[in-house]
Every structure is written in structure tokens, then in C-alpha cells.
């Protein structure tokens, strides 16, 4: 189990972090972040499967491939993304500049961007930043890196546990575009426990699955979506097991400040899914769900029509066995589906707890298919007309 108590500012041994501003935003906030271990690190790293990546998945997808890398340098408010040849090149100048400061060879460090397509990375003065790059990095320094790989977000996402005498931290970046295939947003985390290189990749995939790939905004899926475990050994060996489980409640943390953090989003929705033929169904049913635009604005309107949910649910179409006689759905602790369930003189009275429930930060759907065993549970948020206005305005 993970150990809360004293975890507030723990820090894993042996990384350092470096920021600074290079002018990628024009608000002269840090934007530039290099997150590295001062000894050989294991790495696990799963990316998007968009087909318009750009060289920043490609190049950390190659810096993964042998289980080992030092760090990663992330270029935040610009994806570097439909760039050209002129793109790759920058890309792959910033890496082996990075990896030169840290003394390890190109292939050893990661690359990470976000933000705007289709622009090129201002190259005058990330070179002069990088002219004055130099070691030691301070140590620590998580929390300077959470704020530095913000885009649209309004919070740094950073979480801190303990694991025996190891610690684990991860942060986050993310608010839009969220639809992910085999990994979200840029995620980071850093421990000093150690791990069988196999195992430590098995974790990290089935807590990846579970958590970041559970989380869904718009339905967009990034171009440049890139989640990251490093894992240098410096605290010593672990239970497995015991960290699989630590590495989750990390994770499913930063799934639900991300959720709550969407687009001009004021509310999370969590999406349960039981009974399910299979954990794949239930997936695909809790994703058909907090997608749709009518529950979304439902949610945010605190409007009681639980129909909506029952609309979505039928969306799933090629699923057969969803039979509309055996589903039950519910809203917190309250069952709406089917409406035999309602004596109709409690009709009012459930659609006022309903309410209620709705006017809530956090909006707990439960879905029942009735048919197995199999379930999921996935995160989203609510749409507003913030998520509308910061969207239609993002480049100007």
C-alpha cells in the first residue's frame, strides 16, 4: 500500500530538473523542461497512434525501444507536429544538444512537444538557451516541470506516493484533445525503485490501460500524446505487486485532475460500467457515454434525464447482447433504469436526487449491462461554453 503520510514533498533520489522560458509561449513563462536521472534509468514508454505524429513520438518511440534512457526533454505550446523535414531536424538538434549537456549518447533521451501544429519551433533562441545549458540541474524541482509542460491547462498536475522506501511522482499535462489510443497527454513519472526490466513494462502497460487510456474529453486524439515511467533503482527493490498498485493510485489521480481539468469543464464524470460481456465492451459502452454531447451538457445543466444515458448506451449498436430489459442505470446511489424500479409516486423524488447529484463536483454514472463479469470505468467532463470559446479562439 502507498504510504500518504509525510509523501507531501518526498522526491526520488537521483533526478534533477531543469526550466526555463525559450520562448515558445509569448506570456514568459517557463516552457522548456529537461527531466533527467544523474544514473542509467530503466524507461517505459507508451505513445499515441495517430498517424500524424510528429518527430517527437518518433524519436522518443526510438529512445524507448531498449528499456533504457537518461531523460527527456519536453517543448511545451508547440507540437513541433505536420513541420516537415525542417521539423525532424530541429527535433533531432535540441535532443543530441540535451543529451551532449547530460553526457549521454543522442539515443538516450526522449522528446516531448505540445501545442500549436503546423508552426516551427522558434530556433534563435532555444539554440541560445541551449548554448548556456549546463549541469548540475537542482535535484527535485517536480513541481517547476508540472507547470512548465502547461498548455491550456489552469493547474500544474503532480502527485507524490511513497512505495516501501522507493517514491513515485508523476506529472501531467492535459485539458483538450483527449481521445487517447494507447496512451494521453504528456505524462511523466520518476521513482528510484527497483524493478525487473519485463515486469516494470507489464506495470506500467496494464496501469496505463487502466488509468490514462480510461480517460476521454472530446474524442480528439493528440498527435503527440506520450506517457513515461523512469525507473532508476537508487531506493532499492520493491514488491512488484506493491508498486503496481502504488503506480495506479498515482495515476488514477492525475486521470481525475485531468478529467476535472478539461476545456472550460466545471464538473468530472465518472462512467462505471458493470456486467459487462467483457472488460472490452465495458470500455466501449463508458466511452460511447461520456462522449456524447447530450450527457455532457446534461451534467452541466444538472438536468435529471437519465434518457440521454440510456440513448448513448443504444449507440453501441454491433454490441447484440445489450439488451434494454436486463440494463439498470444509475446516478450516484440513485437507480433511475429501468422505471419499474420507481414506484411512479417516488418519480419526483428520484429526479430531485438525481439533481442534486448533478449539481456536484464529481457526477458518478453506473451502468449495468447484466449480460457477465466484464467492466471498466472511464473519466470525463462536462461540456460548457468555455470548452466552445477557448477552442474557437486557441490560435488567435
Known amino acids: 500500500m502507498s504510504d500518504s503520510t509525510s509523501t507531501a514533498r518526498a522526491t526520488p533520489l537521483g533526478f534533477a530538473v531543469h526550466t526555463a522560458p525559450v520562448g515558445l509561449g509569448d506570456d514568459g513563462r517557463d516552457d522548456f523542461t529537461v527531466l533527467a536521472s544523474t544514473v542509467p534509468a530503466q524507461v517505459s514508454g507508451v505513445f499515441t497512434r495517430s498517424r500524424f ?25 508547440n507540437a513541433n507536429v505536420a513541420t516537415g523535414r525542417e521539423g525532424e ?26 501545442g500549436v501544429i503546423g508552426r516551427q519551433y522558434p530556433m534563435p533562441q532555444i539554440r541560445e538557451h541551449l548554448k548556456s545549458l549546463t549541469l548540475p540541474f537542482p535535484e527535485g524541482g517536480f513541481d517547476r516541470a508540472a507547470r512548465a509542460i502547461m498548455t491550456t491547462d489552469t493547474r500544474p498536475k503532480e502527485v507524490r506516493l511513497r512505495c ?21 497527454l504528456l505524462t511523466f513519472f520518476a521513482t528510484d525503485a527497483r524493478l525487473d526490466p519485463a515486469e516494470q513494462d507489464r506495470i506500467f502497460r496494464r496501469v496505463m490501460d487502466r488509468t490514462f487510456n480510461a480517460v476521454s474529453i472530446d474524442t480528439d486524439t493528440s ?25 495506479h493510485e498515482a495515476a488514477l489521480a492525475l486521470v481525475k485532475d485531468i478529467a476535472s481539468d478539461g476545456e472550460g469543464a466545471s464538473k468530472l464524470i465518472e462512467v462505471r460500467v458493470t456486467g459487462a460481456r467483457d472488460t472490452a465492451q465495458a470500455k466501449r459502452v463508458g466511452k460511447t457515454v461520456v462522449n456524447s454531447p447530450l450527457v455532457k451538457t446534461a451534467v452541466h445543466g444538472s438536468d435529471p434525464n437519465w434518457g440521454r444515458v440510456a440513448m448513448a448506451v443504444g449507440k453501441c449498436s454491433d454490441d447484440t447482447d445489450i439488451d434494454q430489459d436486463v440494463v439498470r442505470i444509475r446516478f450516484g446511489e440513485t437507480e433511475v433504469y429501468p422505471t419499474g424500479s ?29 449480460i ?25
Open 164 to 184: 516501501g522506501d522507493a517514491t513515485v511522482v508523476g506529472i501531467a499535462k492535459g485539458v483538450g484533445m483527449l481521445e487517447p489510443d494507447m496512451a494521453t
Open 223 to 247: 498527435t503527440s500524446d506520450t506517457a513515461v515511467l523512469f525507473a532508476n533503482g537508487l531506493a532499492g527493490d520493491v514488491d512488484p505487486g506493491e508498486f503496481e498498485q502504488v503506480l
Open 53 to 77: 505524429v510528429g518527430p517527437s513520438v518518433l524519436l522518443s518511440r526510438e529512445a524507448v525501444a531498449d528499456g533504457q534512457a537518461r531523460g527527456v526533454v519536453v517543448l511545451a505550446r
Open 372 to 396: 457477465a463479469e466484464g467492466e471498466f470505468t472511464v473519466y470525463g467532463c462536462d461540456l460548457t461554453e468555455g470548452y466552445v470559446r477557448l477552442n474557437s479562439e486557441y490560435t488567435t
Open 89 to 114: 531536424a530541429n527535433a533531432r538538434e535540441i535532443r543530441a544538444s540535451v543529451a551532449a549537456t547530460l553526457g549521454v549518447p543522442d539515443g538516450e533521451v526522449l522528446v516531448a512537444s505540445t
Open 342 to 370: 420507481v414506484d411512479v409516486a417516488e418519480e419526483d423524488a428520484v429526479r430531485a436526487a438525481v439533481a442534486e447529484h448533478l449539481k456536484g463536483d464529481e457526477v458518478v454514472i453506473g451502468i449495468d449491462l447484466g
